[in-house]
């Protein structure tokens, strides 16, 4: 079964995802195309503006053939989590030749070398890397300076020029990283970004970003429709669906009053997925002072020079959806991934489905009634995650927009024709 995966977040989804999804076809020569979809949350610690079936429905009308939910300890963790959790879920549907991803530069061999050097962690490296975090820089910022000091010498000289400065860079090292541990045929097929820069703010150029589509959807919240310059950066295959959901979306400033609930119950965070002991001292310290703070003002009072804004929006959001440690341990060490839930599919691609029920090594799910006589302990806890975490995301937009609420149990798959 020729299968090309994707992953991704699609928040929102715009013309450039589309662009990714026709060249990860043409490119691969696969007849479908299966995506990986972070669900109601995402890796920058935010709720998804649009929710996932919505996501969902405008993925499948743009092209892709399947869309598989990532689990959300997964979505929401570093690059390094999210990229174990997507390409284990690729590897486990059995199906997947190539695994088509978005990047700033680099060939190939580039990302797969790279892998391999931060695979092996060289002892020299691991010590300047060391010595840098003590000195005070970020992990991120520290990695970089470490790796290009260690790659200027000797046979592995010649480390790209700016190859780790990019958030896409950074994840399709990390997808060779996840693809080397687990052993697996998936083959890298990396996609030169085109258009507007990853953090862009502004709609600019032929493909805009998806940081610049966000704020520009919140200015308009106010006011009825879509800006021609939103809509010209939306696929018409998905327009529809689009300003449907675009009446209705969630931003992060959404997440403090939760939060502040959270800061009021919870004594101890260092249980939870991406809170440090540092951390954890410091949001007891200053928890009572992030009473009626804004979002960004809570995240700017807990920032410091070692820990990243970044890693602060993610332990919060792990916070609020009580995404521990030990549970991430406990996933990773027994599997990775234990299902394989489907948000949506296109009728054409009965044979993929098909295919993957014969070869997958996890079962796939269409309905939750049927998850609790195919999962084990793991599997359950897991799922009961994402459940979790979708209602909590259906109870904050029906607060907000006066919207039903809307159970996962009452949830179906988005069918296309």
């Known amino acids: 079964m020729n299968t090309v995966g994707v992953i991704a977040e699609y928040n929102p989804f715009h013309t450039g995802h589309l662009y990714h999804l026709e060249k990860a076809k043409e490119l691969s020569g696969c007849s479908f195309a299966a995506v990986v979809l972070s669900p109601d949350f995402v890796q920058r610690g935010e709720p998804a503006l649009f929710g996932k079936y919505e996501r969902t429905e405008m993925a499948l009308r743009c092209g892709a053939d399947l869309v598989l939910e990532l689990p959300v300890c997964y979505a929401t963790g570093s690059a390094e989590f999210f990229a174990r959790g997507a390409c284990a879920l690729l590897e486990a549907i059995g199906v997947t030749r190539f695994l088509c991803f978005g990047c700033e530069s680099g060939e190939t061999s580039d990302f797969q070398r790279t892998a391999s050097f931060f695979t092996e962690e060289p002892p020299?490296?691991?010590?300047?890397?060391?010595?840098?975090?003590?000195?005070?820089?970020?992990?991120?910022?520290?990695?970089?300076?470490?790796?290009?000091?260690?790659?200027?010498?000797?046979?592995?000289?010649?480390?790209?020029?700016?190859?780790?400065?990019?958030?896409?860079?950074?994840?399709?090292?990390?997808?060779?990283?996840?693809?080397?541990?687990?052993?697996?045929?998936?083959?890298?097929?990396?996609?030169?970004?085109?258009?507007?820069?990853?953090?862009?703010?502004?709609?600019?150029?032929?493909?805009?970003?998806?940081?610049?589509?966000?704020?520009?959807?919140?200015?308009?919240?106010?006011?009825?429709?879509?800006?021609p310059l939103i809509r010209s950066y939306v696929p018409s295959a998905c327009l529809e669906t689009w300003e449907k959901a675009a009446a209705h979306p969630l931003f992060p400033e959404d997440l403090r009053w939760y939060l502040y609930q959270k800061l009021l119950s919870v004594s101890d965070f260092s249980g939870y997925q991406d809170v440090s002991l540092d951390l954890n001292r410091r949001i007891r310290r200053l928890r009572f002072l992030c009473m009626g703070k804004s979002w960004q003002e809570i995240l700017a009072l807990l920032k410091t020079k070692q820990i990243t804004e970044a890693r602060i929006r993610r332990a919060l959001l792990h916070v609020l959806l009580e995404l521990s440690q030990e549970d991430m341990e406990r996933f990773l060490a027994e599997g990775t991934v234990f299902y394989a839930r489907i948000l949506g599919f296109r009728k054409s691609a009965a044979p993929l489905l098909h295919a993957i029920k014969e070869k997958g090594r996890v079962p796939l799910l269409s309905r939750l009634s049927a998850a609790s006589d195919a999962l084990g302990d793991s599997g359950k806890k897991m799922l009961s995650q994402d459940l979790f975490a979708s209602h909590l995301y259906q109870s904050i937009r029906s607060g907000k927009h006066s919207l039903p609420f809307r159970t996962e149990y009452e949830s179906s798959p988005v069918v296309i024709p």
């Not at 896409?168 to 045929?185: D, P, Q, V, W």
């Not at 990396?190 to 966000?214: I, W």
């Open 124 to 227: 020299e490296y691991s010590r300047l890397l060391s010595s840098l975090l003590r000195a005070g820089l970020s992990y991120p910022k520290a990695r970089e300076e470490a790796a290009r000091a260690f790659w200027g010498k000797g046979e592995k000289s010649g480390f790209p020029d700016g190859f780790l400065s990019s958030p896409n860079n950074i994840l399709g090292i990390e997808y060779a990283k996840a693809l080397l541990r687990l052993e697996s045929s998936i083959q890298l097929l990396p996609l030169p970004r085109k258009g507007s820069s990853y953090h862009e703010p502004v709609l600019a150029g032929s493909y805009c970003s998806a940081t610049a589509l966000r704020r520009a959807l919140k200015k308009e919240t106010a006011s009825s429709g879509l800006s």
